[in-house]
Structure formats: C-alpha cells, structure tokens
C-alpha cells in the first residue's frame, strides 16, 4: 500500500462519512484487501464493518473469491465498496464494476484508485493503466447495462510513482443530492479533476505528470549542452 493510496482513502472516508450518519451498521467490502504494507482496514471508521475480499488467503483477507468477476453478497447489501490498486489487475475489470453496483445498495458509494501511470507488476497480471476519462467511461458501461450510476467526482493524483486515478461512484444517480461534500472542494495535489453535473475540468492538464518530468530534463540537458 503505497502512501497516496492511504491518504486518498482516508480522505475519502473523511468526507463521505457524515452522509451514512444515523445508519445503525454502515457495511464497507474491499475489493483486494491484502495487507501489504498496511491496509484500506486501518483508515475505515470503527462503527464501520469491514469486510476484506481477495483472490487468496492472506492477511487482511476476510473472504476469499472463487470467481474473480462474482461477489458472494447479496444485491443491494453493501454501504460502501473500496478497491485501490486492484483494478490494473483485472482482466476485466468492467465486468468487476457491474458486480459492484449490483450488491450496492441505491446510496451506496464505490470508491475505486487505480494507477495512470507506475512499473509493469504481475499480481498475477497488469494490464491497465486509468485516464481523466475512465470514470465516466464505466458510468456509460453501467447505464448501458441498466444502472443509473453516477460519478461524483474524480482527479489524478499529482506525485509519487503510480499517479493514482481516483473516482468516487454513487450507484442510483436519483441521490445525488444526498452527497453535497467532496473531496475536491478542499484538495489542491490533483490534476484533471471532475465533479458531478459539471463540464468543468479543474487543475486541466493534458500532458502526464511524466511527460512533464521528460520536457523539464530535456530543457535542463538543452541548458547545459550551451553553456559547455
């Protein structure tokens, strides 16, 4: 668990909170809830249940999936969904995203990180990398298969290595209303952020975190090269 993905978590839980306030159990899964080197678990509020779901026993994992595409929950029986650093490594992780709105209740919330950028790693696999788009791309997958999903917000990290994509989803866009804060309103470290009911990108970049890094090397070395 690299520290961006924490701090995004734990933001997100700072924000979203209030709004499950007076429910008498608020239940949060997380989609790879491994513990490697700290877990989502630590940031969920303790009048929270958590339960933690992964491909294999280890720890940190409450149950353990036969089928990666299936949730053994029933529908509309989970508060608050997690997955950070999971989606990369889903084949089809499309397919994950509709398994999630099914067993979110109508106000549920799916918060998803998934890296833009990072080093190819095998658990098992990596296959994936998310853009400024992604989010609203998986909300026309939803709709197209008859959930009126919503994404709330979304914005790509500014620093370390992964450059996490980090999108919050409600599942009946109808409740919207219901969720008046947002990360966003008091984040700064972003790049390409979006919120609900709106056009405007906040922080637009269209070049990468990387692409900029390559262009100021580039200058530094061109500098250089007429001095010497």
């Given amino acids: 668990m690299h520290p961006t993905a924490m701090n995004n978590c734990k933001h997100f839980f700072d924000i979203y909170t209030a709004s499950f306030a007076g429910q008498p159990q608020v239940k ?9 080197n700290g877990s989502l678990r630590q940031v969920c509020p303790q009048q929270f249940g958590y339960v933690g779901l992964d491909f294999q026993e280890a720890r940190g994992v409450d149950i353990v999936l036969k089928d990666p595409y299936v949730l053994p929950l029933e529908t509309e029986s989970v508060d608050i969904v997690l997955s950070s650093s999971c989606f990369e490594h889903s084949e089809m992780f499309w ?7 099914r067993v979110l209740k109508p106000g549920g919330l799916f918060y998803l990180n ?15 990398r998310f853009y400024p788009d992604s989010g609203m791309a998986l909300v026309r997958w939803a709709q197209r298969n008859g959930v009126r999903a919503a994404m709330l917000e979304s914005f790509v990290q500014k620093g370390g290595s992964w450059q996490d994509y980090v999108a919050v989803f409600l599942k009946d866009e109808s409740l919207a209303a219901h969720f008046t804060a947002r990360m ?22 269209a070049q990468t975190q990387n692409d900029k ?4 090397i580039e200058q530094i070395v061109k500098e250089q090269l007429l001095v010497a």
């Fill in 184 to 205: 966003l309103n008091d984040k700064t470290d972003f790049e390409n952020g979006q919120l609900h009911a709106s056009n405007e990108v906040r922080n637009p970049s």
């Fill in 114 to 128: 998934a890296p833009s950028s990072g080093s190819f790693h095998r658990y098992p696999v990596d296959c994936w």
């Fill in 28 to 36: 949060v899964i997380e989609i790879g809830s491994q513990d490697v």
């Fill in 213 to 216: 890094k390559l262009i100021a």
């Fill in 95 to 101: 397919l994950v995203f509709l398994e999630v709105m």
